[in-house]
């Protein structure tokens, strides 16, 4: 179950109850404070971290004024937020690596927490990023490793560098460095080492080794979202063996403990700098603690989105997302950015950052109809007129007929366009009449910077 499915949904319950409610009283209040509590425990957050956030949450509540224009309700929404964000470290961390500069990134794991996958998406991240990226493989335990990371990278333009019948990780991962710097003229490296459990000595002693002969810029670990709590005591067991500069957690699309996870990690003071998202090599993405709370409170990935849309070097605006969820997009505008929106992913994952109230919890069924009728809309859209293009609202059942004739389409495929068009202005539109979502000024802030 996807993390943002349920623990959201569970968390988008409480919330929905509480803004339904006739007034704003302690019982409200603390009704609200229960349905969270509920949706963190589910996800495996501590009860300890859940018992705090609670008398923040009611101290604030109790205690705060309530500005001048603002409801109860929306202040109280601001709260649950804020604290929420605060849980999970607040600021995300990003690479910022000098290009002019060598880099080397260690990165460390429990074998089975996807780690060497994760190590070739984030490659294949950087390299879009415009680094020059090799990878060493210094895996000696796990046979198979260095082929696994050639065929992930296959194609990617990116060199992989192995020494299958090695023993010696500290002697490839030497060799492999000095390889990529010299002769293929990388400025990032990344160094994929043997998975090892935290009681592992013997593997533990390599990675001390491998960090004192290596002496990597930046040593990564990557943890399983699936292990919930667990997360915690393996983030602090290795980095009393190496200094963690940073983590990824992967497996963020199918566990259910994934809040549980994530605040375990942030409790030891780790930085979360990504979250594997899925099982493709793009399926990778910086951490954004506002991004991740905004998706659960159902306002939107706004940041998370317009970066990955950078990466993919998509013709999708900041003015042009804008435009389209602010409800000013015309037909062709609609039908346009679904096709640049399925560039980046399942539909489903991107849409999941859009701050419109509804969509985000359609059913996926309904999504992948909307992911099959993106092409047969292209089509349509050819066949009609520029007036009918601007203005759909002129489009009766004689046009209708006139363009699924001349696009070869069924005449309920053209009507489905406009309903889905027309659904989605008047949803973007019933933000101005849902304050308690905060999309405007945040959606402004976030489009501004």
């Known amino acids: 179950m996807n993390p943002i499915t349920s623990l959201g949904e569970l968390i988008r ?40 956030l609670s008398e923040r949450i009611r101290d604030r509540a109790l205690t705060e004024k309530v500005p001048p224009g603002v409801s109860k309700k ?4 601001k709260i649950v937020y804020e604290e929420l964000v605060a849980l999970l470290g607040e600021k995300p961390h990003k690479i910022a690596i000098d290009k002019s500069k060598q880099y080397t990134i260690m990165v460390v794991g429990i074998q089975g927490h996807g780690k060497t996958t994760t190590v070739a998406k984030l490659a294949n991240y950087l390299k879009k990023l415009s680094y020059s990226v090799g990878v060493v493989c210094a895996d000696t335990f796990r046979t198979g490793a260095y082929e696994q990371l050639r ?37 990032v490296v990344l160094l994929d080492t043997a998975g090892r459990h935290k009681d592992q000595q013997s593997l533990m002693l390599e990675m001390k080794m491998l960090e004192e002969k290596i002496k990597p810029n930046e040593i990564m670990l990557v943890l399983d979202g699936t292990i919930g709590q667990q997360a915690g005591a393996h983030a602090e067991a290795f980095h009393k063996a190496t200094p963690i500069g940073s983590i990824i957690i992967t497996k963020m699309d199918t566990s259910a403990k994934g809040g549980g996870a994530l605040s375990a990690v942030v409790a030891t003071g780790a930085k979360i700098k990504f979250i594997g998202t899925g099982e493709k090599l793009e399926d990778i993405e910086v951490f954004n603690p506002q991004g991740f ?5 159902g306002i939107g990935d706004i940041e998370g989105l317009l970066e990955k849309i950078r990466i993919a070097e998509l013709e999708f605006s900041k003015e042009k997302f804008k435009s389209f969820t602010s409800g000013t997009f015309t037909l062709e505008d609609f039908v346009k950015q679904f096709k640049e929106m399925r560039k980046l992913g399942p539909l489903k994952k991107i849409i999941s950052k859009l701050p419109l109230p509804g969509i ?11 992911e099959t009728q ?15 293009r601007k203005n759909p609202h002129i489009i009766d059942s004689s046009r209708i007929r006139r363009i699924a004739r001349g696009s070869g389409v069924m005449e309920r495929d053209v009507k489905n366009l406009l309903q889905q068009y027309n659904l989605s202005k008047r949803m973007v539109k019933s933000m101005k009449r849902a304050p308690w979502k905060l999309p405007r000024h945040m959606l402004d802030k976030e489009l501004e910077e």
């Open 13 to 52: 319950q409480a919330i929905s109850k509480f803004v339904s409610a006739p007034g704003v009283d302690k019982n409200v209040v603390e009704e609200l404070i229960r349905g969270i509590q509920r949706a963190l425990l589910v996800s495996d957050v501590s009860v300890e971290l859940v018992m705090k």
């Open 74 to 77: 929306d202040q109280m929404i």
């Open 151 to 187: 065929q992930l990278l296959d194609g990617k333009d990116i060199p992989v560098y192995g020494l299958p019948e090695e023993r010696d990780a500290v002697a490839i991962a030497l060799k492999g460095v000095d390889y990529m710097y010299r002769q293929q003229k990388c400025n």
């Open 293 to 297: 709370i905004g998706r659960l409170l």
């Open 360 to 370: 985000p919890n359609l059913p996926e069924e309904e999504l992948e109809k909307v």
């Open 374 to 388: 993106i092409d047969k809309w292209s089509a349509i859209i050819s066949s009609m007129t520029v007036e009918e």
